[in-house]
């Protein structure tokens, strides 16, 4: 509940400091009384959607800068990418509906000029804006509809930040009623302060952070393969971090074979051990290549971040399903649980894989489940069983009232599960996932 507030609080928090224009145009400029014809009326909007664009637009850079206060307000880095995604979904509309006010506007009375608001032309100041949108366009276009590989997909995605400064071009530059007939006497200020947020958020993410705030260095200490899945220990070099199981990791490895770009892992350990074991299964570029890692390789870690963890929920009873290397946030959790006398509750897992092969720390939940009369395991090996569904999950842990369930797994599963919950009247507050995907 304290959660949900808090989440809310930040979606208001959002909208307010973008619509912040809308409030200073009518307060100090002349408001209503832009809305009395056909041509103010639409010049009015085109510059209003034009400036809470433009500020969404930079609220989104401060979204992707993975400040851990975001976490706190947004409940867990997913749903900061989410919200990032969303924002910035919504700064496109606005931004697009900029130019398309102020065409409409001289269709009537003067068809080139219109024209002028849409294509290059002598006006820099105006050029500016054309690139900066087609350039978002493009952008996000790429984002929601093609499936390239991550890395050249963050790649393209780190050019907005480039939109973003033509942008502020074009605002600075360009003599509209609100800049030129001073409708608010602080529109100069104003642009100031949305441009500095949106370039701090941009250069913080790519440039600041990593100077300013050095991440903790671990080392390999062992690396063993089980089919297509690396078991990974690292040591801490100093100070470890302090993690709660559940939580997860961007680890970036030293080693000649292998990219440098971080990569996010659950820690598949215990609450603050030392060593963090990741488990990784190869999927693509980066984890076919992890084979390569050697002894001793250093290894850089940020986080943790995340905030899927079981303690939030004390003194309830719980289901947690996982699917396939979806384990991994639980392979921790259990751990923990077994010997947390504040857990009042009892948990159930469920663990699909397709094959028995494909059981990681089978033999450490049977021995855990043994001891324990707050843990039960329950693996699921769909070759022979079938797929999972809440039918047989009802069947065998009981009914769902009250219980939290708590899913790690493949889009798909997890989906199937999540609106077989829904439907048979589980509320979405008792249903937390963890997503393994950022995009
Ligand atoms: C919160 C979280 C926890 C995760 N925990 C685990 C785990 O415990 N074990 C495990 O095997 N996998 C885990 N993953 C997935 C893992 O990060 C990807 O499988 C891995 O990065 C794939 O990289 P690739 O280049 O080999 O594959 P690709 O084929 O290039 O990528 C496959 C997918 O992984 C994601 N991805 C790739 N690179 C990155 C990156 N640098 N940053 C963010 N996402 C990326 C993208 O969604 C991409 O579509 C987790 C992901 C997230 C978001």
Request: charged letters at 20%; aromatic letters at 16%; hydrophobic letters at 45%.
């Amino acid at each position: 509940m304290k959660n949900q507030i808090k989440i809310t609080l930040g979606w208001i928090a959002l909208l307010l400091i973008s619509l912040f224009p809308v409030y200073l145009i009518f307060h100090y400029g002349s408001g209503t009384e832009s809305l009395t014809n056909y041509a103010s009326t639409t010049h009015f909007l085109g510059e209003i959607f034009g400036l809470v664009g433009m500020t969404m637009f930079a609220l989104t850079f401060i979204l992707s800068t993975r400040i851990k206060w975001l976490e706190d307000i947004f409940g867990g880095l997913d749903k900061v990418y989410i919200t990032h995604a969303i924002l910035g979904g919504t700064a496109l509309i606005m931004i697009l509906a900029h130019p398309i006010f102020l065409v409409l506007k001289f269709i009537p009375v003067d068809i080139d000029l219109a024209a002028k608001y849409i294509l290059p032309s002598s006006y820099w100041s105006v050029n500016f804006g054309i690139i900066a949108l087609v350039g978002m366009i493009a952008l996000i276009f790429i984002t929601l509809f093609t499936k390239m590989k991550y890395h050249r997909w963050k790649f393209t995605h780190e050019f907005l930040g480039l939109m973003f400064i033509f942008a502020v071009l074009h605002i600075f530059l360009v003599r509209g009623s609100i800049s030129q007939d001073n409708i608010f006497n602080g529109y100069y200020i104003y642009a100031g302060i949305v441009s500095f947020i949106g370039l701090f958020g941009f250069s913080y993410s790519l440039f600041i952070k990593n100077r300013l705030f050095k991440n903790a260095v671990y080392k390999v200490k062992s690396i063993n393969q089980k089919k297509d899945v690396f078991k990974i220990v690292i040591s801490p070099e100093h100070k470890p971090i302090l993690y709660k199981a559940g939580q997860f990791i961007f680890v970036r490895f030293y080693n000649e074979n292998i990219s440098k770009e971080a990569h996010p892992f659950s820690i598949a350990s215990k609450t603050d051990d030392d060593n963090i074991t990741i488990v990784a299964k190869m999927l693509g570029d980066y984890t076919n290549k992890l084979g390569n890692l050697k002894n001793g390789d250093k290894v850089s870690v940020e986080g943790p971040y995340g905030k899927f963890n079981y303690k939030r929920f004390s003194d309830s009873n719980q289901v947690w399903v996982a699917g396939g290397i979806g384990i991994t946030p639980f392979i921790g959790m259990v751990q923990d649980v077994v010997n947390d006398n504040s857990f009042k509750g009892t948990v159930t897992l469920f663990y699909s894989v397709k094959s028995e092969e494909e059981l990681i720390g089978d033999a450490m939940f049977k021995e855990l489940s043994q001891e324990s009369n707050k843990f039960a395991y329950i693996p699921w090996i769909t070759s022979t069983n079938g797929r999972i569904n809440i039918q047989k999950i009802f069947e065998l842990s009981g009914r769902f009232r009250n219980k939290h369930f708590f899913l790690c797994g493949p889009t798909r599963f997890k989906e199937s599960i999540i609106n077989s919950l829904i439907k048979n009247g589980s509320s979405k507050r008792y249903i937390h996932e963890e997503v393994f995907d950022f995009r």
